[in-house]
């Protein structure tokens, strides 16, 4: 793959994530790099933005000085860092040059992504092996892992995703967490463990903090049940507290974090130490959460609220739909359930819940609470399937199953359990080998060359989020909006631009664009007729808020058809048509 192929590979988020990674090793020092992306006119043009603050980009700037720093003393040594090779494509296509190495930036990039989430798997065993208290079990939840890789993880797929930094910690941070709650005393440097790995969680991911709230919810649960001490909970809240406020910090005072669920739920607590405390807590959140939000005047994170509604109920806007039509954001599969049940994962966690019901308690509500957030949406099994074979381990701990006789009575059966298992796991595993691609998309290249060698340097674009990214990627041309959803303004942004998919008059959509300073609008048919299910093309999705207009034929498909007399079609292919939005409007008024 070419280097541009290789940025194109990065889709959606992915590129907007390693457009700062490539931005920072670009500059012409490092700390002229940091400068470029904490003071951003690309992303949200004309707005500048701190996008360290925003997108939660520590691992880009960790990267970047990685690679500077190894391009730098690898130059100064005399020692190569990749090979390259011309590559003749055939078809009438140019050749291209591929490289590997680490001296390539996507390859170096990608090849710490891999090896964070290696070091993970190493995590696992340690923490199956503690957990259970045999290294059988540290096996146990390793093999269990693979046997369900397709579930557990997208890392091979997106490794810029903010996941692939995040995740790792979250397993580190549960396995001290699990140390604490087994000691009697645990140490202040253990304690200070737990926090830095919170903030190394946090950090990466701004939904962590979500994931963090379950935690705090499982372990006040835990307390409340009598499980807990008061002093350990004490201790625990406190960590949970001061690593909030050092990730609000570094993250240059990001309102989204104090206005969250999770700071809300630690000051509630925190006060509600007496009678009815499972009720105080669950109502003080709820209203401290929405009093924090109206003082800081933040409603970025109204989108979650939102599309919680919308699982309940009948309840549909613009923002919800544009997750719910997502199959990631969907209710969990029944497929899912059912590849859970073909390895045994599924019936050995319902067997270990069984028996550590009144021992593990923060375990088990741990479980329970990651198996909700699954069922309510798809994506978030990758917190499930992980957990459910750390819980696996158990099968070898002799303090749950010792009735099943002598230390190597409980290992054959183990064993045997396990043998079941690989039946269908095995067969899973070879069905992930067996995915070979490779990658082409000559329309969008031919779109990114076009927009290289035709267009301004200070060029404005806007068009579907995904393909936004690849431009800011690959050409270093401004655009308006981004694949980024958890700002309220990036949101009200992206719905002026998607007028475009709309039944709305060309006016109206124009004067939408000439507002945002937009020179051209990138056209994608498919997105004027693409529908993950019922209800779900994006003129449908309109439909429920533009309901003057519904039943007229969508905007997109008049200027797909023919863009005149309110644009201007200057590039077209199969799949994308530039149009050239006017400067001036007639009759602003």
């Known amino acids: 793959m070419s280097s541009l192929e290789k940025e194109m590979a990065f889709r959606t988020e992915m590129g907007l994530y ?97 090896l964070l989430n290696g070091a993970m798997m190493s995590l696992f065993f340690i923490y199956g092996t503690y957990l259970s208290g045999s290294r059988l079990g540290g096996t146990v939840t390793v093999l269990c892992f693979f046997f369900n890789h397709g579930e557990s993880t997208r890392v091979m797929w997106t490794p810029p995703l903010r996941e692939s930094f995040s995740y790792p910690f979250l397993v580190l941070q549960m396995l001290l967490l699990t140390y604490i709650l087994r000691t009697r005393n645990p140490s202040k440097n253990t304690m200070m463990a737990l926090g830095i790995s919170n903030i190394f969680f ?107 509604k919308s699982k309940f109920s009948s309840y549909k806007d613009f923002d919800t739909m544009m997750y719910t039509c997502a199959a990631e954001f969907d209710f969990i599969e029944t497929e899912t359930l059912i590849r859970y049940i073909k390895t045994m994962l599924l019936p050995i966690n319902v067997l270990i819940v069984g028996f550590i019901a009144g021992r593990l308690v923060y375990h088990s509500l741990q479980l329970v609470a990651f198996a909700v957030l699954a069922v309510l949406i798809m994506r978030l099994k990758l917190f499930l399937t992980p957990h459910m074979c750390i819980m696996s381990c158990l099968i070898c701990s002799r303090q749950l199953f010792g009735w099943v006789g002598e230390k190597f009575k409980l290992q054959l059966t183990a064993v045997g359990i396990l043998s079941i298992m690989a039946v269908q796991g095995v067969t899973n595993l ?77 006016e109206v959509v124009k004067r939408n664009l ?59 292919n199969n799949i994308y048509k530039v149009l050239r939005v006017p400067k001036t409007v007639r009759d602003m008024r």
């Open 18 to 114: 390693y457009s700062y990674f490539k931005t920072i090793i670009k500059a012409p020092s490092f700390m002229d790099g940091l400068y470029m992306i904490m003071n951003d006119r690309l992303t949200e043009y004309p707005l500048v933005i701190n996008t360290l603050k925003r997108f939660n980009l520590y691992p880009e700037v960790v990267l970047a000085s990685w690679y500077r720093a190894y391009a730098s003393t690898m130059d100064f040594l005399g020692i190569p860092t990749k090979m390259c090779w011309t590559i003749n494509r055939g078809e009438g296509l140019d050749p291209v040059e591929s490289c590997e190495g680490l001296g390539d930036p996507a390859y170096f990039y990608v090849t710490f992504v891999f």
């Open 514 to 572: 000439i507002k945002l300073q937009v020179d051209y609008f990138i056209l994608e048919d498919s997105w004027c007729t693409r529908r993950s299910k019922p209800g779900c093309s994006m003129p449908e999705i309109w439909d429920v808020e533009d309901a003057q207009n519904a039943g007229k034929v969508p905007l997109c498909t008049l200027m797909w058809r023919d863009s005149r007399p309110h644009f201007s079609t200057i590039f077209h």
């Open 430 to 506: 070879q069905s992930q080998w067996d995915i070979i691609g490779e990658f082409s998309n000559f329309p969008q290249e031919e779109l990114l060359e076009w927009i290289k060698d035709n267009t301004s340097p200070n060029a404005v674009f806007a068009g579907a989020m995904p393909t936004m990214a690849s431009v800011k990627l690959s050409t270093g041309r401004a655009i308006v909006n981004h694949p980024h959803y958890e700002d309220a303004g990036l949101r009200e942004r992206t719905k002026m631009v998607y007028a475009m998919y709309s039944r709305k008059p060309a």
């Open 202 to 308: 946090m950090l990466p991911w701004q939904f962590a903090q979500f994931v963090l709230l379950t935690q705090v919810a499982s372990l006040f649960a835990s307390y409340i049940l009598g499980y807990l001490s008061p002093a350990k909970m004490q201790s625990v809240l406190v960590t949970h507290m001061i690593s909030l406020a050092v990730c609000f910090l570094l993250m240059f005072g990001n309102s989204m974090l104090l206005t969250s669920f999770y700071a809300s739920s630690l000051v509630s607590i925190w006060v509600s130490w007496t009678v009815m405390q499972c009720l105080a807590w669950v109502v003080s959140t709820v209203i401290l959460k929405f009093m924090l939000s109206v003082i800081f005047g933040a409603s970025d994170d109204a989108h979650i609220s939102s599309l919680i």
